[in-house]
């Protein structure tokens, strides 16, 4: 590697203060940072000796705890795409088709995501002379997995765009924002271009062909809402959903594992948690996110099912986990450091509430099946509030102290 | 009352160097120098000595004029070699070449049994009075006041720390001497807080006139600010002081023999050492003789006091005034090829993203250098600092007030309670790098001074 460090020693006095490449420091500095660590030393006073971990690591954690969602989400669009034309029933048949539709479907988007977003982020720290922020590593990979395969290309960049800047940039950077980056780019797509990630026909691939006879690409967050509307029992609902493509297509383990249409990397309850273990092995998600999270929802959907004025409301809540995006979304989107609740009593009930509102969209909204999206966006803005009363809190067992 | 108070959250930096329970043979050390800059809250230092003056132990060479009671006195007898100043004539250091045997001033015994203010007055004019700091600040204490209660860590959980039972034995009548000393300078108690996770060292087992309590736990359980949280916490207006046990033993010196004796054993400690042990000497010793001929390396970082809240000095340095530690480690100023993302093992971390399977040897001691390993960046990762902090404070808002200069909000958060090395491990354990110590001592001198 010593070719490439005194590369890099060549080239640094361009960059330099003074050098002709001066305005491109920042664009040289993440180049150079990314291959090699820094030989910065501590100071003459304060600790001498630092933690082994930076925000580069921590970031790239989060990446790995996605790779999981990403693979499943790639094979699962080519599994989707072959069941709903027919030319596969089982699950592993036609491996080698369904992977190579997947990565073609899925591949460009994320290629598309991380070159549009990497962009603004180093267009962005030229201009402002700010370092490049490692966020974008996370984000760059979150963006693919909350849309469909179908989503098109322009469409992603343009959202990505849209949410680094609008959402990110404008406050500061990576420990600025407010609201999380990836779900603020989900919002944009929803709001601006419905059509491409809503309704029954964006969520499997078709292609050239055309789908087998009875085939609905409905997910089954649509099918239990209008079961709810109809009067069926939501579980029988699913259960005769989509028979045309196999028995139980919306089975509760089918749902778990993730076998059924729906945005790349959010179907699998079962990655989530994987990707979960992860996150909460490393220590860099808070757990008590994760687990009030699904607390909430579980008993947001009891409350209901006592309720119970339709059908949807008597759906067994534990379906609530497995349908939609919800373990994805409170597994990667709700921990999100920077827009969650930062104290630890505010996460619980930051990760509590995520749950609860998700379940109150989900069955109240006939707007929006997916309630997950709007419950992060919202929980992000009123983190500060919950923060701001645990804090206050803190202050007022201070200032009762001296009183005493 | 004795307290028993167990600690969990906080973290062990377990350094490979630590200080074999010896008296090693090394040279004594030629030259001391005290150093105002140890001082922190020292507003106008004033030289009463010229370069050639010959002085005894005691001799007071440095007054603040803002606080003129109070005098910094020689720890050793011998010539003023050197009145070292830096840029805009800042005092550096006032050093000086030691005799063969030291020779002491003679202020004679103080007698306890005098009133508050005198007493106080006699010890100011020793020279020991440096070692009482006053908390909130964490600066050189004022003669004049009363401190609500004085605390005293009778142990230390920083890396690679000495163990004061084995460098303060032999020690106990003046230890005594000078708590009953202190015990007349407060209306409040005199704390003393031991280490509960081992038996009581016999030295402090047995002093009275103090309220003994126990503390255990990981590092910051050592730390006085951290347990004067737990007794007896510090709130807007009031005032306590804190002593070192070295310190202590200095004061019972002064009382009992009426002299200014600032000997002491000192830990030489750290990975590039040949031998790591004690050493005895005196306050402000010149390191060199025990660090150079015993380095197993060429390129070191020489740090007086520990790693966490210690100052860099140079191979000629001097220990600084509140130090009871050396400690040398390698020097950190490379390049590692992808290294943030290397799997590794040899790499020290709190965080379980790097040392994901550290649990599984928790007793292993690492070589750490000074290497920042990483860049600064913005707050990102949450809930850390809180759990390296045993108090109930919120690191994070507490460091934004700060950054942000709100004053109000600073002491809501307890800026009262902490000084730099209560929140030492959260610059440790940082993601984002921030110097945090830095960051403290802004806010406390923001507040200070308003």
């Given at each position: 590697?010593?070719?490439?460090?005194?590369?890099?020693?060549?080239?640094?006095?361009?960059?330099?203060?003074?050098?002709?490449?001066?305005?491109?420091?920042?664009?040289?500095?993440?180049?150079?940072?990314?291959?090699?660590?820094?030989?910065?030393?501590?100071?003459?006073?304060?600790?001498?000796v630092k933690d082994a971990i930076d925000l580069k690591r921590m970031m790239i954690t989060v990446v790995i705890a996605m790779i999981p969602c990403l693979l499943f989400g790639i094979y699962n669009t080519g599994h989707q795409s072959l069941l709903a034309t027919g030319a596969t029933a089982g699950l592993l048949d036609n491996f080698?088709?369904?992977?190579?539709?997947?990565?073609?479907?899925?591949?460009?988007?994320?290629?598309?995501?991380?070159?549009?977003?990497?962009?603004?982020?180093?267009?962005?720290?030229?201009?402002?002379k700010h370092p490049i922020n490692e966020g974008f590593l996370v984000t760059g990979m979150l963006i693919p997995l909350v849309v469909p395969a179908t989503t098109p290309l322009w469409q992603v960049a343009l959202a990505t765009i849209f949410a680094v800047v609008i959402a990110k940039e404008v406050f500061g950077g990576t420990g600025?924002?407010?609201?999380?980056?990836?779900?603020?780019?989900?919002?944009?797509?929803?709001?601006?271009?419905?059509?491409?990630?809503?309704?029954?026909?964006?969520?499997?691939?078709?292609?050239?062909?055309?789908?087998?006879?009875?085939?609905?690409?409905?997910?089954?967050?649509?099918?239990?809402?209008?079961?709810?509307?109809?009067?069926?029992?939501?579980?029988?609902?699913?259960?005769?959903?989509?028979?045309?493509?196999?028995?139980?297509?919306?089975?509760?383990?089918?749902?778990?594992?993730?076998?059924?249409?729906?945005?790349?990397?959010?179907?699998?309850?079962?990655?989530?948690?994987?990707?979960?273990?992860?996150?909460?092995?490393?220590?860099?998600?808070?757990?008590?996110?994760?687990?009030?999270?699904?607390?909430?929802?579980?008993?947001?959907?009891?409350?209901?099912?006592?309720?119970?004025?339709?059908?949807?409301?008597?759906?067994?809540?534990?379906?609530?986990?497995?349908?939609?995006?919800?373990?994805?979304?409170?597994?990667?989107?709700?921990?999100?450091?920077?827009?969650?609740?930062?104290?630890?009593?505010?996460?619980?009930?930051?990760?509590?509430?995520?749950?609860?509102?998700?379940?109150?969209?989900?069955?109240?909204?006939?707007?929006?099946?997916?309630?997950?999206?709007?419950?992060?966006?919202?929980?992000?803005?009123?983190?500060?509030?919950?923060?701001?009363?645990?804090?206050?809190?803190?202050?007022?067992?201070?200032?009762?102290?001296?009183?005493? | 009352?004795?307290?028993?108070?167990?600690?969990?959250?906080?973290?062990?930096?377990?350094?490979?160097?630590?200080?074999?329970?010896?008296?090693?043979?090394?040279?004594?050390?030629?030259?001391?120098?005290?150093?105002?800059?140890?001082?922190?809250?020292?507003?106008?230092?004033?030289?009463?000595?010229?370069?050639?003056?010959?002085?005894?132990?005691?001799?007071?060479?440095?007054?603040?004029?803002?606080?003129?009671?109070?005098?910094?006195?020689?720890?050793?007898?011998?010539?003023?070699?050197?009145?070292?100043?830096?840029?805009?004539?800042?005092?550096?250091?006032?050093?000086?070449?030691?005799?063969?045997?030291?020779?002491?001033?003679n202020f004679g015994k103080i007698d306890l049994s005098q009133n508050r203010d005198s007493l106080a007055a006699k010890l100011a004019s020793t020279g020991v009075w440096p070692n009482i700091i006053q908390r909130p600040f964490g600066i050189v204490a004022n003669p004049a006041d009363t401190p609500k209660a004085i605390f005293i860590?009778?142990?230390?959980?920083?890396?690679?720390?000495?163990?004061?039972?084995?460098?303060?034995?032999?020690?106990?009548?003046?230890?005594?001497?000078?708590?009953?000393?202190?015990?007349?300078?407060?209306?409040?108690?005199?704390?003393?807080?031991?280490?509960?996770?081992?038996?009581?060292?016999?030295?402090?087992?047995?002093?009275?006139?103090?309220?003994?309590?126990?503390?255990?736990?990981?590092?910051?359980?050592?730390?006085?600010?951290?347990?004067?949280?737990?007794?007896?916490?510090?709130?807007?207006?009031?005032?306590?002081?804190?002593?070192?046990?070295?310190?202590?033993?200095?004061?019972?010196?002064?009382?009992?023999?009426?002299?200014?004796?600032?000997?002491?054993?000192?830990?030489?400690?750290?990975?590039?050492?040949?031998?790591?042990?004690?050493?005895?000497?005196?306050?402000?010793?010149?390191?060199?003789?025990?660090?150079?001929?015993?380095?197993?390396?060429?390129?070191?970082?020489?740090?007086?006091?520990?790693?966490?809240?210690?100052?860099?000095?140079?191979?000629?340095?001097?220990?600084?005034?509140?130090?009871?530690?050396?400690?040398?480690?390698?020097?950190?100023?490379?390049?590692?090829?992808?290294?943030?993302?290397?799997?590794?093992?040899?790499?020290?971390?709190?965080?379980?993203?790097?040392?994901?399977?550290?649990?599984?040897?928790?007793?292993?001691?690492?070589?750490?250098?000074?290497?920042?390993?990483?860049?600064?960046?913005?707050?990102?990762?949450?809930?850390?600092?809180?759990?390296?902090?045993?108090?109930?404070?919120?690191?994070?808002?507490?460091?934004?007030?700060?950054?942000?200069?709100?004053?109000?909000?600073?002491?809501?958060?307890?800026?009262?309670?902490?000084?730099?090395?209560?929140?030492?491990?959260?610059?440790?354990?940082?993601?984002?790098?921030?110097?945090?110590?830095?960051?403290?001592?802004?806010?406390?001198?923001?507040?200070?001074?308003?």
């Amino acid at each position: 590697m010593k070719f490439l460090r005194d590369l890099m020693d060549k080239q640094r006095p361009l960059f330099e203060k003074g050098g002709k490449l001066e305005s491109l420091y920042y664009a040289f500095e993440a180049g150079e940072t990314f291959l090699f660590s820094p030989n910065h030393t501590t100071g003459i006073k304060g600790a001498q000796v630092k933690d082994a971990i930076d925000l580069k690591r921590m970031m790239i954690t989060v990446v790995i705890a996605m790779i999981p969602c990403l693979l499943f989400g790639i094979y699962n669009t080519g599994h989707q795409s072959l069941l709903a034309t027919g030319a596969t029933a089982g699950l592993l048949d036609n491996f080698g088709d369904k992977a190579i539709i997947g990565l073609q479907l899925v591949l460009p988007i994320v290629i598309v995501a991380y070159a549009a977003g990497g962009l603004v982020e180093a267009v962005f720290a030229v201009i402002r002379k700010h370092p490049i922020n490692e966020g974008f590593l996370v984000t760059g990979m979150l963006i693919p997995l909350v849309v469909p395969a179908t989503t098109p290309l322009w469409q992603v960049a343009l959202a990505t765009i849209f949410a680094v800047v609008i959402a990110k940039e404008v406050f500061g950077g990576t420990g600025m924002n407010i609201l999380n980056v990836a779900m603020t780019a989900r919002a944009f797509l929803y709001f601006a271009y419905p059509a491409q990630i809503s309704g029954d026909q964006v969520w499997t691939y078709l292609g050239e062909k055309t789908a087998i006879d009875g085939f609905s690409g409905a997910t089954a967050l649509a099918v239990a809402y209008n079961a709810g509307v109809d009067g069926v029992p939501v579980v029988d609902a699913l259960a005769g959903h989509n028979t045309a493509l196999g028995a139980d297509l919306f089975s509760f383990s089918n749902l778990f594992m993730g076998w059924i249409p729906g945005s790349i990397g959010e179907t699998s309850t079962l990655m989530a948690l994987l990707g979960a273990a992860i996150l909460i092995g490393t220590g860099v998600a808070s757990w008590k996110i994760i687990v009030s999270g699904f607390a909430g929802a579980f008993l947001m959907g009891l409350l209901l099912n006592v309720l119970a004025v339709n059908e949807y409301m008597a759906m067994p809540p534990q379906y609530h986990w497995v349908m939609g995006g919800l373990a994805f979304g409170i597994v990667f989107m709700a921990t999100d450091p920077v827009s969650a609740a930062q104290t630890e009593t505010g996460k619980w009930i930051y990760g509590l509430l995520i749950g609860v509102l998700t379940v109150i969209i989900r069955v109240t909204n006939p707007a929006y099946p997916e309630g997950i999206m709007l419950a992060v966006l919202f929980m992000n803005v009123f983190a500060p509030l919950i923060d701001y009363y645990v804090v206050k809190a803190n202050k007022t067992r201070r200032l009762q102290r001296a009183t005493v | 009352m004795s307290k028993i108070v167990k600690l969990n959250k906080g973290f062990d930096i377990r350094l490979v160097g630590k200080a074999s329970k010896e008296i090693a043979n090394f040279a004594s050390a030629q030259t001391f120098a005290i150093k105002p800059t140890d001082f922190i809250g020292l507003q106008r230092p004033k030289v009463l000595v010229n370069e050639g003056d010959t002085v005894k132990a005691g001799t007071p060479i440095l007054v603040d004029k803002a606080l003129d009671q109070v005098i910094y006195a020689s720890p050793v007898s011998g010539e003023i070699v050197e009145i070292k100043r830096g840029d805009r004539r800042k005092l550096l250091e006032i050093k000086i070449l030691a005799d063969k045997t030291v020779i002491h001033e003679n202020f004679g015994k103080i007698d306890l049994s005098q009133n508050r203010d005198s007493l106080a007055a006699k010890l100011a004019s020793t020279g020991v009075w440096p070692n009482i700091i006053q908390r909130p600040f964490g600066i050189v204490a004022n003669p004049a006041d009363t401190p609500k209660a004085i605390f005293i860590s009778a142990f230390d959980t920083h890396p690679l720390a000495p163990d004061y039972g084995f460098t303060l034995q032999g020690e106990e009548k003046y230890l005594q001497a000078g708590i009953d000393a202190l015990a007349k300078l407060t209306p409040g108690k005199v704390h003393l807080n031991v280490d509960g996770s081992k038996p009581v060292d016999a030295i402090f087992s047995g002093v009275k006139n103090a309220q003994i309590n126990q503390f255990s736990g990981p590092h910051p359980a050592g730390n006085v600010g951290i347990q004067i949280h737990h007794l007896d916490p510090i709130n807007k207006g009031d005032l306590v002081w804190t002593v070192s046990p070295a310190g202590v033993v200095q004061i019972g010196k002064a009382v009992l023999e009426g002299v200014y004796d600032t000997s002491k054993i000192i830990a030489v400690t750290g990975s590039e050492l040949t031998k790591a042990a004690y050493v005895k000497t005196f306050v402000g010793a010149n390191v060199s003789t025990f660090v150079k001929g015993n380095l197993n390396s060429g390129h070191v970082r020489v740090i007086s006091g520990n790693v966490l809240t210690g100052e860099k000095i140079n191979l000629e340095g001097f220990l600084g005034f509140y130090h009871n530690q050396i400690t040398v480690i390698p020097e950190g100023d490379y390049y590692e090829f992808l290294g943030w993302a290397k799997p590794t093992a040899s790499k020290l971390s709190y965080h379980r993203a790097l040392g994901l399977l550290s649990f599984l040897t928790p007793k292993k001691e690492f070589v750490l250098d000074s290497n920042c390993r990483g860049e600064e960046r913005a707050f990102v990762q949450t809930g850390v600092f809180e759990s390296v902090t045993p108090m109930d404070i919120l690191p994070v808002y507490l460091l934004k007030a700060i950054m942000a200069e709100d004053f109000d909000e600073m002491e809501e958060l307890g800026i009262y309670e902490i000084v730099e090395e209560d929140l030492a491990l959260c610059e440790f354990v940082d993601v984002s790098k921030h110097p945090v110590q830095e960051l403290v001592r802004k806010g406390i001198e923001l507040i200070q001074y308003s």
